[in-house]
């Protein structure tokens, strides 16, 4: 695990307060309710792609267009709206800071903080744990669920359970 660095979570997350604080209403931090609606339009946008799984996206914009002089054209504008679709109300309920403070948590946050391991770090973890995954997340993979689940039960037997949701939407598959 400490090999693993989570590469395309903290670029994406970087590019999403980049943008956040870049927008000329931010003010660094100190704008007026409704400002900054440029920035968060945009970074909602890039969530829905990024977030969500490719098999999720050709099940609503590709697989009910059938093939034909237009299909591609109905393909691509099937993604614009996607994109877009509850975007202007979907911002009202948005906080710039409050993505900038969530990402920067996620981005520092380290188990194995203060242990000699990142095993040691984990199995300072004392209660009963179920961790829940999605299949086709790529934010917070399976993978890292199941580890985290195995150093638990190598220590404790039974400690710890695993569930994996099905769902064709990646990490969005969760809402």
């Not at 695990?1 to 997350?13: E, K, P, R, S, V």
């Not at 990024?50 to 691509?76: F, M, T």
């Amino acid at each position: 695990y400490q090999n693993l660095i989570f590469f395309q979570n903290f670029y994406i997350h970087h590019f999403m307060m980049n943008t956040l604080k870049l927008d000329r209403e931010f003010n660094r931090g100190r704008y007026n309710k409704g400002q900054c609606q440029n920035a968060i339009k945009l970074i909602q946008q890039i969530g829905k792609l990024y977030y969500a799984h490719e098999q999720g996206i050709k099940e609503l914009c590709w697989d009910g267009v059938e093939n034909g002089p237009k299909a591609q054209a109905k393909r691509s504008n099937n993604v614009g709206r996607y994109l877009t679709r509850t975007i202007d109300t979907d911002k009202e309920f948005r906080d710039p800071n409050s993505y900038i403070t969530l990402m920067t948590a996620i981005n520092s946050y380290d188990l194995g903080l203060g242990a000699k391991t990142y095993e040691e770090g984990v199995r300072r973890i004392k209660c009963p744990v179920l961790v829940m995954n999605i299949d086709t997340d790529c934010e917070l993979a399976p993978m890292w669920g199941e580890e985290v689940v195995d150093v638990l039960n190598e220590s404790t037997p039974g400690q710890a359970q695993f569930k994996l949701i099905k769902s064709s939407w990646g990490h969005l598959g969760c809402l």
